[in-house]
């Protein structure tokens, strides 16, 4: 079966750093990608990685290694706002979506 | 602005009563997807039209329906609620199906059924 895992919830402080990983198992690959979901809202597009590597977004960074299955999203300087579910989908090789069920992230000032 | 249009954005139906969501889109995309998502769970999709060509999920119940009359909306029928069918339903769009085509959402529609 097609497996996507990602913590259920992190807690950070404000102003700090935090790193929300992702392992997936699926058939084929064709990208990942991480989406922000704040609680009652729809999930808004973050960032995509097709090829290993980091790739940086403002405070936002998205990393990924396709030979261990693994991402993570890298958050900076952390502010209120940023607490929401992080949700990690990745295409396999049908080109469909396979959702992780989300990291939700509190905040703490 | 371009943007995922999605009434209402709660809805409260009756045990076994059919109730119909509606999304439109000004992206102008080829995609349309209806997601399922239960609180703190994975959105589940229930099925996606390329254009008019319907595709649907083996595990999305009949009691799911879908209809795209033209390229600008999509509707998702619930022919018989149940309990289980409560909800946030999200629809979304992407330009194309594969590749790193992004997929975007609009504001969903909560549906509570009593």
């Known amino acids: 079966g097609q497996n996507i895992d990602q913590p259920t919830e992190m807690t950070a402080t404000e102003g700090a750093i935090v790193q929300i990983n992702c392992t997936y198992q699926?058939?084929?690959?064709?990208?990942l990608f991480w989406y922000q979901q704040h609680a009652g809202e729809a999930p808004t597009f973050l960032s995509y990685n097709v090829l290993d590597g980091l790739e940086e977004k403002g405070r936002f960074s998205s990393f990924l290694s396709r030979s261990k299955g693994y991402s993570y999203l890298l958050l900076k300087e952390l502010q209120m706002k940023d607490s929401a579910s992080y949700l990690c989908?990745?295409?396999?090789?049908?080109?469909?979506?396979?959702w992780g069920a989300g990291t939700k992230l509190i905040i703490k000032p | 602005d371009a943007m995922v249009i999605q009434n209402p954005r709660y809805q409260v139906t009756q045990f076994g009563k059919p109730v119909t969501l509606s999304c439109s889109q000004t992206l102008n995309h080829n995609v349309m997807y209806w997601y399922q998502q239960k609180s703190s769970q994975a959105p589940k999709l229930l099925f996606h039209?390329?254009?008019?060509?319907?595709?649907n999920e083996a595990d999305t119940p009949d009691n799911f329906q879908s209809r795209r009359p033209n390229t600008s909306f999509c509707f998702l029928d619930i022919r018989s609620p149940g309990l289980g069918d409560a909800a946030m339903y999200l629809c979304?769009?992407?330009?194309?199906?594969?590749?790193?085509?992004?997929?975007?959402f609009g504001p969903g529609t909560r549906l509570l059924v009593l």
């Open positions: 989908a990745v295409r396999d090789s049908n080109y469909q979506l396979i």
């Open positions: 979304a769009t992407s330009r194309e199906a594969g590749g790193g085509e992004t997929q975007y």
């Open positions: 699926t058939s084929g690959f064709n990208g």
């Open positions: 039209y390329y254009d008019k060509d319907f595709n």
